[in-house]
């Protein structure tokens, strides 16, 4: 009988496609040709690929490594997502503590003031309080498969706008949107424009300067400042303390062994041995040997008055009392010419004085230039004498023309006189000297409810209400 040969029928290359279930890849192996069967080709992977929906991330090195070499049987990676990008949350950074921690201030020398704790922190408008990062959006995937993947956007920074607080346009920045003190206050940062301090003002609170009102429900005890750039209110007494502001003052009880200065006016409810400037009205019920400088001198009541002491008003005064039964000194001086008249005598004063340092001068010049002559030359440290003390010649002739051209301009401004007065609607005793002008009034005797004016040729003088 014949052999029975059996027919072997080629077989191609084939190749199989693998992804993983996120798409993240995608794998091909590919099988060797039988009996004879076509080779595998780059386009019968790409073919492939498509059928099994394959068509992002390709790796056409790899497409191409397979064919050329004929790598059957490796599974190779043929194809990558691009994974998606999450965005990145915001952060926020404070410029100031939350909490504010009272202990003495180092200044930049290295200097700790005991009596400054930090309690008030000043800030000015448009001070960064915080600088905000944004959150990103991240960028979308795409799978082997060429599906969209979505990515996970950033979160916004937590935080709260407080009042008078601003969040700048590009959302950045929390910024102070007033000057003020900067506290932290229900999750938020705010600026308050007034410090109210609930205590006394002591070695627990610290001296205090801030930008605007300062109110303080107890004392300022001895030996601690407050300064404020708006105004001051103390519900208690000041004693032995410093109080300044640019606008008004108020003591609602006793201002003692203090000082005291406002651009605007100061109210006291009584005062003692304390030096007070005011550009305004000052009132009080009494002033007890006081020195005080102000636009308008006011006592409240018909008890009290000025008993010892220092007083200059700038317009009339109308007081219940001046100076006491003890004839205890008491000057008033009444209006801007007083002041004046009292420059000049100290310019004068100066100029005498000068006087006598370019007559002094003069002698060490002549004496030194008759030496100069009779040696034809002078030793260095004579010669450097010499030039020194013609140096000096000449500026204090400077400076005493300088101070006659302001003894001329008082002088002018004398001549104009102003016929302010002093009115005593109680007793005016001895010991009392008031000045109006360049005329003084002193008081021998006891005077009852008295006016102290200004006679038509100057002269002062004392008459009934």
């Given at each position: 009988?014949?052999?029975?040969n059996?027919?072997k029928?080629?077989?191609?290359?084939k190749?199989s496609?693998t992804?993983v279930a996120?798409?993240?890849e995608?794998?091909v192996?590919a099988e060797?040709p039988v009996n004879?069967?076509?080779?595998?080709?780059?386009e019968a992977i790409m073919?492939?690929?498509?059928?099994?929906?394959?068509?992002?991330?390709?790796i056409?090195d790899?497409?191409?490594?397979?064919?050329?070499?004929k790598?059957?049987?490796?599974r190779t990676l043929?194809?990558?997502?691009?994974?998606p990008?999450n965005?990145v949350?915001?952060?926020?950074?404070?410029?100031?503590e939350?909490?504010?921690?009272?202990?003495p201030?180092?200044?930049?020398?290295?200097f700790v003031?005991?009596?400054?704790?930090?309690?008030?922190?000043?800030?000015?408008?448009?001070?960064v309080i915080?600088d905000?990062?944004?959150?990103?959006?991240g960028e979308?995937g795409?799978d082997v498969?060429?599906?969209?993947?979505?990515q996970v956007v950033?979160?916004?920074?937590?935080?709260?706008?407080g009042?008078?607080?601003e969040?700048?346009?590009?959302g950045?920045?929390?910024?102070?949107?007033i000057?003020?003190?900067?506290?932290?206050?229900?999750n938020?940062f705010?600026?308050?424009?007034?410090?109210t301090?609930?205590?006394?003002?002591?070695a627990?609170?610290?001296?205090i300067?801030f930008?605007?009102?300062v109110?303080?429900?107890?004392?300022?005890?001895?030996?601690f400042?407050?300064s404020?750039n708006?105004?001051?209110?103390?519900?208690g007494?000041?004693n032995?303390?410093?109080?300044?502001?640019?606008?008004?003052?108020?003591i609602?009880?006793g201002c003692i062994?203090?000082?005291?200065?406002?651009?605007?006016?100061v109210?006291?409810?009584?005062c003692e041995?304390?030096?007070i400037?005011c550009?305004?009205t000052?009132t009080?019920t009494n002033?007890?040997?006081?020195?005080?400088y102000?636009?308008e001198?006011?006592i409240?009541?018909?008890?009290g008055?000025?008993?010892g002491?220092k007083y200059?008003?700038?317009?009339?005064a109308?007081?219940p009392?001046?100076g006491t039964k003890?004839y205890t000194?008491?000057?008033?001086t009444?209006?801007d010419n007083?002041?004046?008249a009292?420059?000049r005598d100290s310019?004068?004063?100066e100029?005498?004085k000068n006087?006598?340092s370019?007559n002094?001068?003069?002698l060490?010049?002549n004496?030194l230039n008759e030496?100069k002559?009779?040696?034809r030359?002078?030793p260095e440290?004579?010669e450097?004498?010499?030039?020194?003390?013609?140096?000096q010649?000449i500026?204090?002739?400077?400076?005493i023309?300088n101070?006659?051209?302001?003894?001329?301009?008082?002088n002018?401004?004398?001549a104009?006189?102003?016929?302010l007065?002093?009115?005593?609607?109680g007793?005016?005793y001895?010991g009392v000297?008031?000045?109006?002008?360049?005329a003084?009034?002193?008081?021998e005797t006891?005077?009852v409810?008295t006016?102290?004016r200004?006679d038509?040729?100057?002269?002062?003088?004392a008459?009934?209400l």
């Amino acid at each position: 009988m014949p052999e029975n040969n059996t027919l072997k029928l080629p077989v191609d290359s084939k190749v199989s496609v693998t992804v993983v279930a996120n798409g993240s890849e995608a794998y091909v192996t590919a099988e060797p040709p039988v009996n004879g069967g076509a080779e595998i080709t780059a386009e019968a992977i790409m073919r492939q690929l498509a059928e099994s929906g394959v068509t992002y991330g390709i790796i056409e090195d790899a497409v191409n490594k397979i064919a050329d070499k004929k790598l059957y049987g490796d599974r190779t990676l043929i194809a990558m997502w691009k994974p998606p990008v999450n965005g990145v949350d915001g952060t926020i950074t404070y410029h100031y503590e939350k909490k504010v921690e009272i202990a003495p201030v180092e200044n930049e020398h290295g200097f700790v003031d005991y009596k400054n704790l930090g309690l008030v922190r000043t800030v000015r408008k448009g001070t960064v309080i915080a600088d905000i990062t944004l959150p990103t959006e991240g960028e979308p995937g795409t799978d082997v498969r060429g599906k969209s993947l979505r990515q996970v956007v950033g979160k916004k920074a937590a935080y709260s706008v407080g009042t008078n607080t601003e969040l700048t346009e590009d959302g950045t920045q929390i910024i102070a949107s007033i000057d003020g003190n900067i506290n932290f206050k229900s999750n938020a940062f705010v600026i308050d424009n007034v410090v109210t301090i609930a205590g006394d003002v002591d070695a627990s609170v610290g001296n205090i300067n801030f930008v605007g009102d300062v109110v303080v429900k107890g004392e300022v005890m001895e030996g601690f400042k407050i300064s404020s750039n708006a105004n001051i209110i103390v519900a208690g007494n000041v004693n032995g303390a410093s109080l300044e502001a640019d606008g008004d003052i108020i003591i609602k009880k006793g201002c003692i062994n203090s000082k005291v200065v406002a651009h605007g006016s100061v109210t006291i409810n009584f005062c003692e041995r304390s030096d007070i400037k005011c550009d305004g009205t000052l009132t009080s019920t009494n002033f007890v040997i006081c020195d005080v400088y102000c636009g308008e001198l006011c006592i409240k009541g018909n008890a009290g008055g000025l008993m010892g002491g220092k007083y200059t008003s700038l317009s009339s005064a109308e007081l219940p009392n001046i100076g006491t039964k003890n004839y205890t000194p008491t000057m008033l001086t009444i209006g801007d010419n007083a002041l004046l008249a009292e420059e000049r005598d100290s310019l004068m004063m100066e100029i005498e004085k000068n006087n006598k340092s370019i007559n002094d001068v003069t002698l060490i010049i002549n004496f030194l230039n008759e030496k100069k002559k009779e040696l034809r030359s002078l030793p260095e440290d004579k010669e450097k004498i010499l030039g020194n003390a013609c140096r000096q010649k000449i500026l204090l002739g400077v400076e005493i023309n300088n101070l006659k051209k302001r003894v001329e301009e008082i002088n002018i401004n004398l001549a104009s006189r102003q016929y302010l007065t002093v009115s005593c609607k109680g007793y005016l005793y001895p010991g009392v000297k008031i000045i109006i002008n360049d005329a003084v009034f002193k008081a021998e005797t006891e005077y009852v409810r008295t006016k102290i004016r200004l006679d038509e040729d100057g002269t002062i003088c004392a008459a009934p209400l």
